[in-house]
């Protein structure tokens, strides 16, 4: 099993800033390509960004490419997901989601190939 939990979430104003973090816990943090979500009102949950279990490749939403920056630290069992140029379609809840690697390929824009997701964490922008 793997917990995640998110944080940084809050109410911002168009053009600012805001840092989502993810803290994993349970089994082993560099086994997963870990991925972050978003799911607006009336809509589907979709993809934003993933990074493998190493930090070398990441994979960005085209809606978000040039904006967000995800990372992640294995010390300590943390994503990020750094977010400029906010915009008010931005407002989503955000969640963070665990894919094992141990199935030998990964799909990280996938939402069906994540195995561990967390409770998410509101991202509202104003206009």
């Known amino acids: 099993q793997v917990q995640l939990v998110e944080s940084g979430g809050q109410l911002v104003q168009a053009g600012g800033s805001l840092r989502l973090s993810c803290a994993a816990s349970?089994?082993?943090?560099?086994?997963?390509?870990m991925g972050w979500f978003r799911q607006a009102p009336g809509k589907e949950r979709e993809f934003v960004a993933a990074i493998s279990w190493s930090g070398g490749t990441t994979y960005y939403a085209d809606s978000v490419k040039g904006r967000f920056t995800i990372s992640r630290d294995n010390a300590e069992n943390t994503v990020y997901l750094q977010m400029n140029s906010l915009k008010p379609e931005d407002t989503a809840v955000y969640y963070c989601?665990?894919?094992?690697?141990?199935?030998?390929?990964?799909?990280?824009?996938?939402?069906?190939?994540?195995?561990?997701w967390g409770q998410g964490t509101q991202v509202t922008v104003s206009s």
């Open positions: 989601a665990a894919q094992s690697t141990r199935r030998g390929y990964t799909q990280p824009r996938e939402r069906a190939y994540y195995d561990y």
């Open positions: 349970g089994r082993t943090f560099t086994s997963y390509t």
